[in-house]
């Protein structure tokens, strides 16, 4: 793993907004991340406060002046929304095209029409991670948790064979694939290629969400053997709809951005001449917001138009989009405002030395740091984007494949054992119907395999690229 010297990064580092020491930055830390942690477990306060009064709390402790940590914070905020905002409300608005339009429950249906038997888990899976690409992790559940009881219900299967796969494709979607909050800003905070990180993170989550869905349900079934709760099965968004999506046209919309973006990381390394006309031509379709924009363009035609939505339905399926996504755009904010006063304190320099001298891979750093950012907030965007910060200048001498690969090492912690303390395993709790034990022996583990699996593909990964 190509490194850079504390020598190089001193000198290219800006000043820090402290003078402290190693050992009393460190404190700092702890106590910063601290501080977040037990507002939102303990008080129950919004993330958004917590990563606020945290990134005060740790220039404070710290011993940094405090005007220069709200400039540090606030300068952080702005970068982090500049950078992924548009993203994630471009996201937002195709995801709630294809609910709202029918063409998810198309996605759905036509799959499962041609599915029988031992092939259901398989069948699942493939639904949930298609239909996770533009998706929150949040609407996704909603769409599919119908879908996943009737299935149970009606073919006589267990549930946690048919939820478990559901599950797994969705969660590996929301932590390692973009245009999803937490790959996008830690993408953005460690200056990785897009379209690199997204092809590699394909390679990642095919084998994770395979052995972490169909193959983990086979356990999962057996140590929680319940059926589907009638009571929990709610109307499905396009019941009654006079119109839906095509399949293929709904398919070619959900993947226009994930190909675009896949086409420009192919160019770059094939054709690498940015004076030819074929790159410029990919460099601007397979940007971020252009592959995004254009799928939300063109899903205007394919899914709201297909579904019979007039000009008037389409401007107020785009608004209704917006509005959920005001928290989460804040919690992505103050998250970077919180990286960046780590980076300002010199924590990068800290963290330098300390993997320096306990000779830890930067990949394996970087999983660790999440994950115990993971088990302390229960928020996966929460521990991807306080691992970036701190892990963000071991990126700085990296490749671009090997800063790709630090970026899914983060997002694989992230995902780690989710508890009580993660809205995600009460969400997942009530709607199959389990008690706590029971969704930790099937969801918390299957997070846990989806984070180790995750971090051992990329560690292949680096040993092969």
Avoid: C
């Amino acid at each position: 793993m190509t490194g850079l010297s504390v020598e190089t990064l001193a000198a290219a580092a800006p000043e820090p907004i402290t003078s402290a020491g190693n050992g009393q930055l460190g404190i700092a830390v702890l106590l910063g991340i601290a501080v977040i942690v037990l507002l939102i477990t303990r008080l129950k306060m919004h993330a958004f406060l917590a990563l606020t009064v945290g990134s005060l709390a740790l220039g404070s402790f710290a011993g940094a002046p405090l005007n220069k940590t709200i400039a540090s914070f606030t300068a952080g905020l702005g970068a982090t929304v500049a950078g992924v905002g548009v993203l994630i409300a471009l996201g937002a608005i195709l995801g709630k095209l294809l609910a709202d339009s029918g063409g998810a429950d198309e996605i759905v249906d036509t799959i499962l029409a041609r599915a029988k038997g031992r092939s259901m888990p398989w069948a699942m899976v493939l639904i949930a991670s298609v239909i996770g690409l533009p998706l929150f992790f949040e609407v996704g559940i909603v769409l599919l948790i119908p879908v996943v009881l009737l299935v149970a219900k009606r073919g006589n299967h267990s549930l946690m064979r048919i939820g478990i796969p559901a599950l797994a494709g969705l969660s590996v979607m929301h932590g390692l694939i973009p245009p999803h909050p937490g790959p996008l800003v830690a993408v953005d905070a460690l200056h990785a290629n897009l379209g690199v990180t997204l092809a590699l993170g394909v390679l990642v989550a095919v084998p994770t969400v395979i052995i972490a869905g169909p193959l983990f349900s086979r356990y999962a079934a057996r140590w929680v053997d319940i059926p589907a709760p009638e009571h929990m099965v709610p109307a499905r968004p396009s019941q009654g709809a006079a119109h839906r999506p095509r399949f293929g046209a709904t398919v070619f919309t959900v993947l226009l951005p994930v190909v675009l973006m896949l086409v420009k990381a192919l160019a770059d390394i094939v054709v690498n001449d940015p004076a030819n006309a074929v790159q410029k031509v990919t460099d601007v379709a397979g940007s971020p917001l252009i592959a995004l924009l254009s799928a939300v363009l063109v899903g205007m035609f394919t899914l709201g138009r297909a579904a019979g939505f007039t000009r008037e339905r389409l401007s107020s399926t785009v608004e209704k989009s917006l509005a959920p996504i005001a928290g989460i755009l804040l919690i992505v904010g103050a998250g970077g405002g919180f990286k960046q006063t780590l980076i300002d304190a010199g924590v990068g320099q800290m963290i330098m030395d300390l993997s320096k001298s306990w000779s830890i891979p930067a990949l394996l750093l970087a999983w660790l740091i999440a994950v115990a950012i993971r088990l302390a907030t229960g928020s996966a965007t929460v521990a991807t984007i306080s691992a970036a910060g701190l892990v963000a200048p071991l990126a700085a001498g990296m490749s671009t494949t090997e800063t790709a690969l630090l970026v899914l090492a983060i997002g694989s912690g992230s995902l780690f054992f989710s508890h009580v303390n993660d809205a995600g395993f009460w969400l997942v709790k009530e709607y199959f119907g389990m008690s706590v034990g029971q969704t930790v022996k099937t969801w918390s583990v299957m997070e846990t395999v989806i984070s180790v699996v995750g971090l051992g593909s990329v560690l292949l990964l680096s040993l092969v690229l």
